[in-house]
């Protein structure tokens, strides 16, 4: 029977080589994030001074596009929704910007860090409100795991 007797600093040297891979794989889910991450919503009114008080504190709000926006008592999907109240919607004259990067420009990796045996890399989404977002049900709702779910499907 053979015996196989490993380098004392067989660890050390891995280490270095572990972080390379670990921070390859947090860019691959990042980089699947962006591509899954829902838009970004800003909701802007009319600068005359006319706007509803609710509206106007809403005014360059920016939110992911699954969450809604908070308009008085009532939520909104953004202006004129046909589901919000008709105190908050009629003769509404604000607008909504999309911009389909918004979200995806905040997600970033980091560099992999090493604790003893665990070496570890972060992904993150610095946006408003991007928890709801990632939580919730439909398009856009769960792009930041489902983005990890995938990159470790494809290691496997």
């Known amino acids: 029977m053979a015996r196989l007797d490993l380098p004392d600093d067989l660890a050390a040297r891995l280490v270095p ?4 891979q670990v921070e390859r794989l947090a860019e691959e889910v990042a980089v699947e994030a962006r591509r899954r991450a829902p838009a970004g919503k800003t909701w802007r009114t009319v600068e005359d001074g006319k706007a509803r008080p609710d509206h106007q504190e809403l005014d360059g709000q920016t939110l992911p596009a699954p969450v809604l926006f908070q308009v008085g008592d009532a939520t909104m999907t953004g202006p004129r929704d046909p589901n919000g109240p008709v105190e908050e919607t009629a003769n509404c004259r604000c607008s909504l910007i999309e911009d389909p990067e918004a979200v995806a420009d905040a997600i970033s990796s980091g560099k992999a860090a090493t604790r003893g045996t665990r070496t570890s ?6 946006f408003p409100h991007i928890a709801e977002a990632e939580y919730s049900h439909g398009e856009g709702g ?15």
Do not use: K, N
């Open 121 to 126: 890399a972060t992904v993150s989404c610095s």
């Open 142 to 156: 769960h792009f930041m795991s489902g983005a990890a779910s995938q990159v470790a499907a494809r290691q496997r």
């Open 17 to 20: 080589l572990l972080a390379r």
